[in-house]
């Protein structure tokens, strides 16, 4: 088996192009194991049952099933894509911290997995500041990098702007200008290179509001929760603290995109995915996973959300063919350039009831 992969867009743009394009065993696995659902031998049973009730070569059965122990040793969920190349089982793996649907299939090579991670888990910074830290995290996939810590941003003054007279308040007034300014300087450096969506603040109340009012705007609209933690944590430490944060910040961006949608939206699966297919809609909101919302596509690829008169489609006068939206969703975004929501529990009740578990925001509404 071959070295597992992170996941990004590059992967999954290199992995459409590198791997075939039917016979492709594609298994979505959660392996982690601390979760109640594999103790003891559950994992390797459930697993097996999966596999059994496809039609593929055992070899791909069983390089799955002989990975899954080393795969509880390195990560939580592992993607697995999987096929025979004369008589020699070729695979791809992507290792991702986070818990996905488990998902096993055999034919076309399934990517929404690696979709789904990346749109339900936006890239957040962190910026944990008090009395004496000054520390930036980036948060990507359920994993914590430290990038930046006070040793890094705070340099003695040595451009001579403060003589040897000046009195040791002056000394620290400056100093503490200084450091604020490089932090912030770090902080939009960063957002300009990793493009992060959210930023959390973290540490003492009075820190995190001293470094707001020196923010700028464009960081100021970015800040989607705070938190307190110790200064000196370590990154799983402040990792764990920011989980109810995330939550929430999660939670919060959902019910904003729904008051949008009641506001000026698009609702309704047929209306939503006849404006999405007329390159209208530039956000789709979908209910739970999308395996639960029935679709029709014909033959030439149009979309309709319902069964067309006599299984004709009126577009193109073919006929249609019944399926899930999650598999209709690689196409739709490759063709319309979608930004796709997945809404779980209270949000996705919401729009299921009252917009009828699909919805949308135009280009010039998703702006505003």
């Known amino acids: 088996m071959l070295e597992s992969q992170k996941l990004d867009q590059e992967t999954i743009k290199a992995l459409t192009l590198e791997l075939p394009k039917t016979e492709v065993l594609t298994a979505v696995c959660h392996v982690n194991p601390g979760s109640q659902v594999n103790q003891g031998a559950a994992l390797r049973i459930r697993i097996k049952n999966a596999l059994h009730q496809l039609e593929l070569p055992?070899?791909?059965?069983?390089?799955?099933m002989d990975d899954l122990s080393l795969a509880q040793t390195q990560t939580r969920t592992r993607v697995y894509y999987l096929w025979d190349e004369h008589g020699h089982v070729k695979s791809r793996m992507i290792d991702v911290q986070l818990e996905l649907p488990e998902v096993v299939r055999f034919g076309?090579?399934?990517f929404e997995p690696l979709h789904f991670a990346l749109e339900t888990n936006p890239v957040t910074a962190i910026v944990l500041v008090d009395r004496e830290w000054r520390r930036l995290f980036t948060v990507n996939l359920g994993e914590i990098h430290e990038l930046l810590n006070s040793e890094d941003t705070l340099e003695n003054d040595k451009s001579g702007v403060l003589g040897r007279d000046t009195d040791k308040s002056q000394r620290e007034q400056h100093d503490d200008q200084v450091f604020w300014r490089k932090l912030i300087e770090q902080i939009i450096h960063l957002h300009q290179a990793v493009g992060f969506t959210q930023l959390l603040l973290a540490g003492t109340p009075e820190a995190r509001s001293s470094l707001f009012e020196q923010m700028p705007l464009v960081l100021q609209q970015l800040v989607a929760g705070e938190f307190i933690v110790l200064g000196d944590a370590t990154p799983a430490d402040v990792l764990e603290a920011a989980q109810?944060?995330?939550a929430l910040a999660t939670y919060n961006t959902g019910t904003t995109l729904l008051e949008k949608v009641l506001g000026y939206g698009m609702k309704g699966a047929e209306t939503t995915l006849t404006a999405?297919?007329?390159?209208?809609?530039?956000e789709l909101l979908v209910s739970g996973d999308a395996?639960?919302?029935?679709?029709?596509?014909d033959a030439q690829g149009y979309i309709f959300?319902?069964?067309?008169?006599?299984?004709?489609?009126?577009?193109?006068?073919?006929?249609?063919?019944g399926m899930v939206l999650r598999?209709?969703?690689?196409?739709?975004r490759e063709r319309f350039g979608l930004k796709v929501h997945f809404l779980h529990g209270e949000l996705a009740k919401r729009l299921e009831t009252e917009m009828g578990g699909l919805a949308g925001l135009a280009h010039y509404q998703a702006v505003k």
């Open 58 to 64: 055992d070899a791909l059965k069983n390089a799955v």
């Open 108 to 110: 076309l090579p399934d």
């Open 244 to 246: 109810m944060t995330l």
């Open 276 to 282: 999405v297919q007329e390159g209208q809609i530039y």
């Open 291 to 297: 395996f639960d919302i029935p679709v029709w596509r």
């Open 305 to 321: 959300a319902t069964y067309p008169a006599q299984g004709i489609s009126p577009l193109t006068g073919l006929g249609v063919e």
């Open 327 to 332: 598999d209709a969703l690689p196409e739709l």
